[in-house]
Nanobody
Framework: QVQLVESGGGLVQAGGSLRLSCAAS????????MAWFRQAPGKEREFVAA???????????RYADSVKGRFTISRDNVKNAVYLQMNSLKPEDTAVYYC????????????????????WGQGTQVTVSS
């Protein structure tokens, strides 16, 4: 069982920055693919960013087109944590942000679909005012 706890959400003006954190349990965290998704009111949960399990050559990252160049995902395997640095925030980034873990990856590259992740956090609210 993997437990995920997000933090770092809040209210920020357009153009501002926030850094989300996700603390994970589990003794093999470095072997998990990790991802961030978000869900706005009345909309489906959507992919934001993902980072692959750690290998000798590092980790691979993937981003939704809507956040590419503004958001950065990273991980710290010593702290069992994954982060989402969000810059140049826009009102359309307003949503509840969820951390997700794929405990037994079946591919080198992390997935983009909700169904590819086994564990989810409770979410943290991000609100961007115009």
């Amino acid at each position: 069982q993997v437990q995920l706890v997000e933090s770092g959400g809040g209210l920020v003006q357009a153009g501002g920055s926030l850094r989300l954190s996700c603390a994970a349990s589990g003794r093999t965290f470095s072997g998990y693919h990790m991802a961030w998704f978000r869900q706005a009111p009345g909309k489906e949960r959507e992919f934001v960013a993902a980072i692959s399990q750690s290998t000798w050559s590092g980790s691979r990252t993937r981003y939704a087109d809507s956040v590419k160049g503004r958001f950065t995902i990273s991980r710290d395997n010593v702290k069992n944590a994954v982060y989402l640095q969000m810059n140049s925030l826009k009102p359309e980034d307003t949503a509840v942000y969820y951390c997700a873990a794929d405990e037994r990856p079946r591919a080198v590259v992390p997935g983009l679909a909700v169904g590819e992740y086994d564990y989810w956090g409770q979410g943290t609210q991000v609100t961007v005012s115009s």
